[in-house]
C-alpha cells in the first residue's frame, strides 16, 4: 500500500466541528493524519468524532475555547498525549459580531479580538513550544480573510482582526523558521458555512456581483489550500497570504 502523503503526523484544527473547520480536519484525515479537532459544543463534537472514526480516520475531539489560555495549553497537551505529538496547527476558529463602526459596542470589539486574534496567539504558542521540542519541524496554518486584506464595511473588528493575523503569520514565520516551523495564511472570501448564512441576503448578492468567478466557494476549496500547505510540496512556503476567494481581491 502506498503512503498517505500526512501519514504518521498529527494536525490540530480548532472550530473543527462545522464549515471550514470540518473540510479542513476531514481532508487532513484523508491524507493519513491523526486529526484533533476543537470546539465548544459537545454534541457537535462528538458527531465529528464519530464520523472520521467511521471513515477510519485517528480521531480525538476536544471541547475547548479558543480564547482561553488553559484551554489552549490543554488541548495541545491532550493532542500529546493521545498521539505523541503535534506536527499541523491549523488555528481555524472565528467569529463574527458585526456592526457599524460608530454603533460597535466594546465587547463585540473585544470578543471577536480575543477568538480571532489572541485564540491564534495562544494555540500558536503552546502548539509551536511541542514542535520546537521535537525537532522535525511542523506547520502553522491560520484562516485569515479578505476582509483582513480589504476592509469590509460592518466589520471594523473582524477586518481588524483579520489583518492582525496576517501580521502575526508574518513575524511567527520569521521566528519559527529557524526550527523549521513554517506559517503561513489562507484568506477566504465568501464561502458557504454557518457563518457566511448569517450574511443579509442584499449583502450577499452585492458581494457575490464584486466575485469574477461569479458564485460562493465551499468549506472543500479552502481545506484544498490547506491541504497543500500541510503537506511536503510547501517545504519552500513560509509568511504568505493565499487568498481562496474567487478573485474578489486580487
Ligand atoms: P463557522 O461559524 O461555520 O465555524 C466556526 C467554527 O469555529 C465553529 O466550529 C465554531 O464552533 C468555532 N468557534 C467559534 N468560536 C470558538 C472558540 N472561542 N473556541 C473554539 N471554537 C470556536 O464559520 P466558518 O465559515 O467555517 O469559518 C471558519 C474560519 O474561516 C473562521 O476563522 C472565519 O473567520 C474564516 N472565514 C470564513 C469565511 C466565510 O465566508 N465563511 C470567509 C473568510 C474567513
Not at 35 to 58: I, M, N, P, T, Y
Not at 134 to 145: D, E, L, P
Not at 209 to 228: D, W
Request: with cysteine; proline share 1%.
Amino acid at each position: 500500500m502506498t503512503k498517505a502523503p500526512l501519514d504518521g503526523r498529527v494536525a490540530v484544527v480548532t472550530g473543527g466541528t462545522r464549515g471550514i473547520g470540518a473540510a479542513i480536519a476531514t481532508s487532513l484525515a484523508e491524507d493519513g493524519a491523526a486529526v484533533v479537532v476543537s470546539g465548544r459544543d459537545a454534541d457537535r463534537l462528538g458527531r465529528v468524532a464519530k464520523d472520521l472514526e467511521g471513515q477510519g480516520r485517528a480521531v480525538l475531539a476536544v471541547a475547548a475555547d479558543a480564547a482561553k489560555r488553559e484551554d489552549c495549553d490543554r488541548l495541545v497537551d491532550a493532542a500529546k498525549e493521545r498521539f505523541g505529538r503535534i506536527d499541523i496547527l491549523v488555528n481555524n476558529a472565528g467569529i463574527t459580531r458585526d456592526g457599524l463602526l460608530v454603533r460597535m459596542k466594546d465587547e463585540d470589539w473585544d470578543r471577536v479580538m480575543e477568538v480571532n486574534l489572541r485564540g491564534a496567539f495562544l494555540m500558536t504558542r503552546a502548539a509551536a513550544k511541542a514542535m520546537v521540542r521535537q525537532k522535525s519541524g511542523g506547520r502553522v496554518i491560520n484562516i485569515a480573510s479578505t476582509a483582513g486584506a480589504m476592509g469590509n464595511a460592518g466589520q471594523a473588528n473582524y477586518s481588524a482582526a483579520k489583518a492582525g493575523l496576517i501580521g502575526f503569520t508574518k513575524a511567527a514565520a520569521r521566528e519559527l523558521a529557524h526550527w523549521g516551523i513554517l506559517v503561513n495564511a489562507v484568506a477566504p472570501g465568501l464561502i458557504e458555512t454557518d457563518m457566511a448564512a448569517a450574511i443579509t441576503a442584499g449583502a450577499r448578492e452585492a458581494l457575490l456581483a464584486q466575485v469574477p468567478l461569479k458564485r460562493i466557494g465551499t468549506a472543500r476549496e479552502v481545506a484544498e489550500m490547506v491541504r497543500f500547505l500541510a503537506g511536503d510540496g510547501a517545504a519552500y512556503v513560509t509568511g504568505q497570504v493565499f487568498h481562496v476567494n474567487g478573485g474578489l481581491y486580487m
